[in-house]
C-alpha cells in the first residue's frame, strides 16, 4: 500500500511537496483545522520537513555576509531545507512555541527531544545530571503541552538522539553515570512515547547508527532494548520506527563508507544495512512494533574523513548531504532529511570547556568552534564548499527519478 501510494505521490509530488503555501501577502497559509496525522502512511509524502525560524534566521544572515555567488547560491537554499528544532533544556521550551507560529499546512515541524544525552557515560562518574523525576515534568510535560496546544500544526518528534547506544553498549558498566543513563531510558522513554500519542504528532525513536549498534556482538542487545522500549509504552497509534545517523556523518548506502578498515567488519557500515539490520533483529523477537525509518543527511555528504568512526564532534572536511526527500528507493524508509542544524556547534573546540567528555577538541574536529549551539559561519561555509552535486549543490537534484 505504502509503494502504491509512492508512485501516486511522484507525478504530484512537485506541488505538495517543494513549494510553501504562501498566500498573496506573502505569509504562510496554515492549517485552518486540526492536522490529522496517520502512522500508517508516510507522512513525508504529504507533508514537507518546515525550515523553521531561527535556522532561517542563522543561515539568511550567514548568507548575507558570503560575496562568492555560487556560495551564497547554496546557503540559500540550505536555508530553505527544513531542519529540526532540539530541546535540550527545559529552557528551550519557549522556542518552540515561538516556532510553532509559522508552519504552513503543507509541512510539519520537527523536533527532537534531548533532555537525556548529555549524561556522561561510561567517561565520568558525574552526579546526577537529570533527576530522573524532573525529566517528565520539566522537560517532557511543557512540550506536550505546547503541541497540545497547537492542533493544527504538524509536529515530528525524534526522542532523545544518541542515549540507546549507550545503554546497549554500556550495559555492564556500573558506574552512578551509567546506571543513570539506563534508568533514565527505561523510565522515561516509554513514558514519552505514551504522551505523545497525539493525532498532530508522529513520533520515531531513535537508533543511534550503524557504528554504535550494528557490531555483531551488540546487535541483539540493542534490538531487544529498542522492542522492550517500545513495548513498555503500551499499545502506540503515532510511533513510526526508527531514526537514525541524528547528527552523525554515516552514508546512507554508500559502500565502503569509511576508509577505516575497521569499518568492513561492521556488518552494518552503512545506514541502509543498519537499519536492515535492526528490522531483521527485531522481527525476530516477534514484536509488531512499526519499523519505518528516517535517516538525518545533514553533514553526511562526504565520507572518509575521521580518524574514528565515533568522533562525531564538529568534524572536519565535513559538507551538507542529501536533501530533503522521500525518493529513498526503500520502501521500509520514509525520507531522508536534515535533523542536525549545520553549522550550529556540537561542542567548544577548547579543550577544558568541555563538559560532556567529548571529541571536541580532537584531530578530527574543526577549530575553533564555539559552545554547544552557537552557530559558526566558518563552520557552515565549510559544509557548503563541500557538499556534492544534488546536494547544496543544484546540478543533479532529483527528487522522484
Ligand atoms: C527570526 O527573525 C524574525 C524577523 O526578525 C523574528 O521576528 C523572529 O522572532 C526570529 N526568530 C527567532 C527564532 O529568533
Ligand atoms: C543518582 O540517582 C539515583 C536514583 O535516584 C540515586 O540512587 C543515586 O544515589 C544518585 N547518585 C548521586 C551521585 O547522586
Ligand atoms: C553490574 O551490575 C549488574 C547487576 O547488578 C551485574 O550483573 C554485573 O555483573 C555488574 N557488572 C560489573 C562489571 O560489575
Ligand atoms: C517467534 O515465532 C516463531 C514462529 O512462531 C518461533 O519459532 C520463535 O521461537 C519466536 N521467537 C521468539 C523470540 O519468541
Same mark, same amino acid.
Given at each position: ?179 543513570? @543513563?539506563?534508568? +533514565? ?5 516509554? $513514558?514519552?512515547? &505514551?504522551? *505523545?500519542?497525539?493525532? /498532530? %504528532? ?92 528516517? @535517516?538525518?543527511? +545533514? ?5 572518509? $574523513?575521521?580518524? &574514528?568512526? *565515533?568522533?562525531?564532534? /564538529? %568534524? ?86
Amino acid at each position: 500500500m505504502r509503494f502504491i501510494l509512492f508512485i501516486l505521490f511522484c507525478t504530484i509530488k512537485s506541488t505538495l511537496v517543494i513549494s510553501q503555501d504562501i498566500n498573496p501577502q506573502g505569509e504562510p497559509i496554515k492549517c485552518n483545522a486540526p492536522v490529522v496525522l496517520d502512522a500508517q502512511t508516510n507522512v513525508f509524502r504529504n507533508y514537507a520537513l518546515h525550515s523553521h525560524s531561527a535556522w532561517r534566521n542563522a543561515t539568511l544572515k550567514a548568507a548575507e555576509s558570503i560575496e562568492d555567488s555560487t556560495k551564497k547560491r547554496r546557503a540559500l537554499r540550505a536555508a530553505a531545507q527544513g531542519v529540526f528544532v532540539w530541546i535540550e533544556n527545559p529552557e528551550d521550551v519557549y522556542l518552540l512555541e515561538e516556532l510553532t507560529k509559522d508552519i504552513p499546512c503543507n509541512e510539519v515541524l520537527g523536533v527532537v527531544l534531548s533532555g537525556l544525552s548529555r549524561i556522561d557515560c561510561p567517561e565520568n562518574n558525574m552526579p546526577n545530571v537529570t533527576a530522573l523525576p524532573s525529566y517528565e515534568s520539566l522537560f517532557l510535560n511543557p512540550v506536550v503541552r505546547i503541541i497540545r496546544e497547537n492542533p493544527t500544526v504538524g509536529f515530528v518528534v525524534i526522542v532523545e538522539p544518541g542515549v540507546i547506544g549507550k545503554v546497549v553498549k554500556f550495559a555492564n558498566v556500573n558506574t552512578t553515570s551509567c546506571d543513570n @543513563v539506563r534508568q +533514565s531510558w527505561r523510565q522515561n522513554i516509554p $513514558i514519552t512515547l &505514551r504522551s *505523545l500519542e497525539l493525532p /498532530n %504528532v508522529i513520533t520515531y525513536m531513535d537508533a543511534a547508527h550503524g557504528g554504535w549498534l550494528g557490531w555483531k556482538e551488540v546487535q541483539r542487545e540493542g534490538a531487544m532494548e529498542i522492542a522492550n522500549t517500545w513495548k513498555n509504552a503500551g499499545q502506540l497509534k503515532q510511533f513510526c520506527g526508527l531514526a537514525v545517523n541524528v547528527a552523525s556523518y554515516n552514508a546512507w548506502h554508500a559502500i565502503p563508507s569509511a576508509p577505516w578498515s575497521k569499518a568492513d567488519w561492521n556488518p552494518a557500515r552503512n545506514e541502509q544495512r543498519y537499519l536492515n539490520i535492526l528490522r531483521k533483529n527485531i522481527r525476530a523477537l516477534n514484536v509488531t512494533m512499526p519499523l519505518f525509518g528516517i @535517516v538525518d543527511t +545533514s553533514r553526511a555528504g562526504v565520507q572518509g $574523513i575521521r580518524r &574514528r568512526w *565515533l568522533d562525531w564532534c /564538529n %568534524v572536519k572536511y565535513a559538507g551538507f548531504g542529501p536533501l530533503f526527500n522521500t525518493n529513498t528507493k526503500d520502501s521500509n524508509v520514509d525520507a531522508l532529511l536534515w535533523v542536525k542544524n549545520g553549522g550550529f556547534s556540537d561542542g567548544s573546540s577548547v579543550v577544558n570547556l568541555r563538559t560532556d567528555g567529548s571529541n571536541c577538541g580532537g584531530e578530527d574536529a574543526f577549530k575553533p568552534m564555539p559552545a554547544r549551539g552557537d552557530f559558526s559561519q566558518a563552520y557552515f561555509e565549510m559544509l557548503l564548499e563541500n557538499s556534492k552535486p544534488g546536494m547544496v549543490r543544484r546540478e543533479m537534484v532529483r527528487l522522484c527519478a
